[in-house]
């Protein structure tokens, strides 16, 4: 093969500026498809975790507290320290905290027949426990105790359990003369309970807000 014939097959072989040009513009597009998939997945992932996420752990907040609150039943109400109003059946009460954890506020206060995982009997006593609705700085709990002594000293230990770091607001709604009014704390001046309270969730800037109804629990009577 002679020089120029060479030199031929290498010019040949070479990108031209318009192949250069090209592969570049359609390099740059797949880069754009490419960025675009990644923000659409940020925004999915994004979505996922501060709705969806947030969603499921209110709805099941929500279900727990239902069904908490619709099992309610006292073996011995003597057992609560100090209570407001309650039905008359008293299966659920306002009532103020233990002694030991004592404040001026009173609290929804549930009773508790089973033991259930969220509330372990460490030393397999028995099941029972009074458990009161309390938000705080660490969110919804639960602080409880059981019905019976748990040391042969007749002491009963106070327990808290956190049930969502997201819950901010605790809102109890009275129905006043076909009137709603809210209430951030229980009304001590009613004679009656409220009829539903108000979870409001919130996490990352997103807020939920999930309603309990107390109908067909509470009959807005006074505790004997």
């Not at 498809?33 to 969603?55: K, P, S, Y």
């Not at 407001?84 to 009173?106: F, I, W």
Request: proline share 3%.
């Amino acid at each position: 093969m002679n020089a120029s014939a060479r030199k031929k097959n290498k010019a040949r072989s070479a990108f031209t500026l318009v192949e250069t040009v090209m592969a570049i513009a359609v390099s740059s597009i797949v880069m754009l498809g490419c960025c675009a998939l990644m923000f659409d997945m940020v925004n999915i992932l994004e979505f996922f975790e501060r709705g969806w996420t947030l969603r499921g752990h209110a709805d099941g907040v929500e279900k727990f507290l239902r069904s908490m609150a619709m099992s309610s039943r006292f073996t011995d109400a003597s057992k609560i320290e100090e209570t407001l109003t309650a039905n008359s059946s008293g299966t659920v009460v306002v009532a103020k905290l233990p002694e030991d954890v004592r404040t001026m506020q009173y609290y929804l206060c549930f009773g508790v027949q089973e033991d259930i995982p969220f509330l372990p009997a460490f030393r397999e006593l028995s099941p029972e426990k009074i458990c009161y609705l309390v938000l705080d700085d660490e969110g919804l709990s639960i602080v409880w105790q059981f019905a019976n002594p748990e040391d042969e000293d007749g002491e009963r230990a106070v327990f808290k359990s956190v049930v969502s770091r997201w819950v901010k607001e605790l809102v109890y709604i009275y129905s006043d003369d076909d009137n709603w009014e809210e209430e951030r704390e229980i009304d001590t001046s009613r004679q009656s309970m409220p009829s539903y309270i108000k979870l409001i969730f919130e996490r990352k800037g997103e807020k939920i807000e999930r309603i309990i109804s107390l109908s067909g629990m509470l009959d807005f009577q006074i505790a004997k």
